[in-house]
């Protein structure tokens, strides 16, 4: 039982995202500068929910509805404005846009030298804030490259090739850091007493199939009747197991180290799903990608939508290339 921290190769995720950076250009230096920030906010959010439920105001719901029609909770807006803040000092972010916002949030003083934007998921299933189950929270960074300020952010609107980097944070047993430039899929784990997230696996591929399928069955009579052959197909065939956390950000880092697939098709009240393509499909699908596997809607790759809005949902089938083919296989009969 060695202890990777004392290693003398000891890589923190600050080092490591330098050693990335080598053919980066001229972003480098400021990506570098905004993982360290990204970092931190991590940080500041798995300490809140290390002591929940010891502190006042952090379980439990706001009161508010959010832009998604949601009932918000006390941890979405703490870490929606954890992100802001820590960006605010960055000088690199000139605008930030979140599930929790109708609107980007624009942060006028860093405009003239932002040249970023940031999108983000604050808490990904938050739906499991009070029960002390895993959550995340998911980003993407985009080059800005329209100086609007009419609050529209049309230049987002573009397809999620253009992330330079993407990843996520997951609150579990322990908290770690997963984040792609493009250059692989690399893991790092938290040590609360560093404050140091700490590289604890370098370019993660998925395996090309894997036997877990990851779904809400409660919406099985809302789906296409295309995705309940799958899942009787599924039902059908030994050796496949169900595992459905509530939190996507969870439920994809397991896809990612063990296999298989994760869906959340168009239901009949919500015909394209639930998750939002900028800030949780869109990431998601470019680290899944770079770990080796891929992302549909079910009619195209995740990462070649091009949304009309800020908030716009798609289906998802996401994982192991071999298990979304197989999703797929019963689609296209209905096409
Ligand atoms: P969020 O908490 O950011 O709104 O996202 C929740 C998402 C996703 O994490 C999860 O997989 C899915 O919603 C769960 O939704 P259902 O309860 O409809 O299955
Ligand atoms: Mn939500
Ligand atoms: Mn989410
Ligand atoms: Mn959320």
Not at 84 to 102: D, N, P, T
Request: aromatic share 10%; glycine share 8%; with cysteine.
């Amino acid at each position: 039982s060695t202890d990777k921290t004392l290693d003398r190769d000891c890589t923190t995720l600050s080092r490591h995202v330098l050693q990335q950076l080598q053919s980066f250009g001229p972003n480098a230096q400021d990506l570098s500068a905004l993982m360290n920030r990204i970092a931190l906010a991590g940080k500041l959010i798995a300490r809140r929910f290390s002591r929940a439920g010891l502190m006042e105001d952090v379980l439990g719901f706001t009161g508010e509805v959010n832009v998604q029609g949601e009932s918000v909770k006390k941890m979405d807006i703490y870490a929606n404005e954890v992100f802001i803040s820590v960006f605010k000092q960055s000088g690199l972010v000139c605008r930030l846009a979140s599930e929790e916002m109708e609107k980007p949030y624009y942060i006028p003083e860093n405009c003239p030298i932002g040249r970023y934007t940031l999108l983000y998921d604050p808490i990904d299933g938050s739906s499991n804030t009070d029960i002390n189950l895993s959550l995340g929270s998911i980003f993407s960074i985009r080059q800005q490259e329209g100086t609007d300020s009419d609050g529209e952010a049309k230049d987002l609107l573009t397809n999620g090739r253009k992330q330079l980097a993407a990843g996520y944070i997951i609150y579990g047993p322990s908290t770690m850091l997963v984040y792609s430039m493009g250059t692989g899929v690399h893991f790092f784990t938290l040590d609360p007493s560093l404050g140091e997230f700490i590289l604890t696996e370098e370019n993660v591929k998925i395996p090309e199939h894997g036997s877990v399928y990851s779904v809400n069955e409660g919406n099985f009579w809302q789906w296409d009747e295309s995705y309940r052959e799958y899942i009787r197909y599924v039902h059908r065939t030994e050796g496949y197991t169900a595992r459905y956390s509530g939190a996507m950000v969870s439920d994809i880092h397991r896809t990612l180290v063990q296999g298989g697939v994760f869906l959340y098709p168009g239901t009949l009240q919500k015909p394209e799903g639930k998750l939002r393509l900028l800030y949780e499909s869109a990431p998601l699908a470019f680290l899944i990608e770079q770990a080796g596997g891929r992302a549909t809607t079910g009619k195209m790759e995740i990462l070649d939508v091009v949304p009309k809005q800020l908030h716009q949902r798609t289906p998802l089938i996401i994982g192991s290339k071999q298990d979304v083919a197989k999703v797929e296989s019963f689609l296209k009969k209905e096409d």
